[in-house]
């Protein structure tokens, strides 16, 4: 049985399977970093802990794109209502990003990052080095062109068609998130310089252009699960678009605190950054309220969860994490601590993973020719998942935060008068280290359900 309305929607699913394959093999390295956080490189020289932290930390912003793209391909035709101007060329630039993916994960595992920096001419164009954009000069080229195919694409395709918010939304997203890419080609020599506009990429993909895309995504969910009036959905969008692009852009002062920029910025990073919460807050009634009000009770109470579970953990993460400390007076003490990851971790699970499975959730039955929704089964299944995983990063974030709080205590301001090292620090939040670990096993099971959940099937009866 064949649900999609338009037959090019189905160049979503490798995108989807794909994404998957690489958030597990996220979460493998996020637990094997775990263990050498409290007893050292168990597997020897073969990953030391600075190669598992760039192919967890790589892999986590490759699967999201990935998720991103088939949740544009799946999407984008529906709201234009008309197919895909080029499913071929959608397919072309899937593998040419899969190819790259895979091979750049290699090349960090396989040969040390100095050798992969000379087989990859970075001398020609020195772009490598930095957190979360470790890629060789070339993998970037690629994702560039990749991101300019996909663009067009989708593009074509929205001229041709309706022209929604929704749509116009996640296409502002996305070239947002294109455009600010490109700041990762450039690599000045002083390191203060070099972190303002690595902030450009990091702060302004993950905390402005992709809350976009995520806003898209979930009114286009809340409208197929709702059967709330579009128009009501679209004025909430641009609401929370809004309120997120003001605080969003200019809260990236709160990253500039210490890197030698003018006094103002200790002003215009707190207070934007502290109304950053303020969008995700919203997102949390909006989608409640838009729950509410459903004029349909749809068949896919599992993609509804999701849903409203994406609401409330990036209000949580981004929002309430994300304000602990973003005043420079609260941040000269917490920078770089277990708080940050704590926030980090809770914040890019609950906002981006959260949305990509929340529209995978609804989209891979139609995409599987099953029908509006899995089996009976098959969502208790996954709402096992959604659970798991959702508690299990609630108490990674708390272990994280209580390990911060200590951290800062110790290290940062001791009563002694004297600090800590870091190293002798780092001992004593052992404890911590070991229950989020342990945290981390259940959010791998959860993830085990998530996608053992589209292979259930109900009982057949005799």
């Known amino acids: ?63 999201i794109l990935f998720g991103f793209m088939g949740s544009a391909y799946y999407l984008v035709p529906d709201e234009a209502e008309t197919e895909l101007y080029s499913p071929k060329l959608a397919m072309i630039l899937f593998w040419i990003f899969a190819a790259a993916g895979v091979a750049t994960i290699l090349g960090y595992l396989l040969v040390p990052y100095s050798t992969l920096a000379d087989l990859t001419f970075n001398e020609l164009w020195p772009t490598m080095g930095r957190e979360f954009l470790e890629m060789p000069t070339i993998t970037k080229i690629g994702i560039v062109v990749v991101v300019l195919g996909f663009l067009f694409n989708l593009g074509m395709t929205i ?24 700041f990762s080609f ?39 699960v709702t059967g709330v009036d579009r128009e009501v959905i679209e004025k909430w969008l ?37 109304l950053e919460p303020l969008p995700f807050f919203a997102m949390v009634l909006y989608a409640f309220n838009m729950v509410n009000r459903r004029r349909r009770e749809h068949p896919n109470k599992a993609a509804t969860l999701w849903a409203l579970g994406t609401a409330v953990m990036a209000f949580l993460g981004a929002g309430v994490w994300g304000f602990l400390h973003t005043l420079s007076f609260v941040n000269y003490y917490t920078h770089g601590t277990q708080i940050t990851a704590a926030h980090g971790h809770m914040a890019f699970y609950g906002a981006y993973a959260m949305i990509v499975m929340t529209i995978m959730s609804y989209a891979m039955p139609k995409l599987r020719g099953i029908g509006e929704a899995n089996c009976n089964r098959a969502q208790v299944v996954e709402m096992w998942g959604f659970w798991l995983m959702t508690v299990a990063m609630v108490f990674i974030t708390l272990f994280l935060t209580g390990a911060g709080i200590l951290q800062v205590w110790l290290q940062r301001i001791p009563e002694s008068g004297e600090a800590l090292g870091f190293m002798a620090t780092q001992d004593k939040l ?33």
């Open 1 to 63: 049985m064949n649900t999609l309305k338009y037959q090019s929607q189905a160049v979503a699913k490798p995108y989807f399977i794909f994404a998957m394959i690489l958030f597990v093999g996220q979460i493998l390295f996020g637990l094997l970093m775990g263990l050498q956080y409290v007893v050292g490189d168990i597997v020897g020289d073969l990953i030391p802990f600075n190669v598992a932290r760039m192919v967890h930390t790589n892999l986590l912003i490759v699967w």
């Open 159 to 182: 001229l041709k068609g309706r022209k929604t918010a929704i749509n116009m939304v996640l296409m502002t997203g996305l070239i947002g998130l294109a455009v600010f890419f490109l």
């Open 186 to 224: 450039y690599n000045p020599v002083n390191l203060a310089l070099d972190k303002l506009f690595w902030w450009f990429v990091v702060h302004l993909w993950v905390e402005g252009v992709w809350e976009l895309i995520m806003g898209a995504i979930l009114a286009y969910i809340l409208i197929k």
């Open 238 to 274: 641009y609401v929370i678009i809004a309120m997120a692009l003001i605080s969003g852009i200019l809260g990236t002062g709160h990253h500039f605190y210490w890197l030698m920029v003018p006094e103002y910025w200790q002003w215009v990073g707190s207070i934007f950054s502290a």
């Open 430 to 462: 052992a404890i911590f280290f070991w229950a989020r670990e342990i945290a981390g096993v259940f959010f791998l099971l959860g993830l085990i359900c998530y996608i053992s959940s589209f292979f259930v099937t109900e009982k057949k009866t005799a």
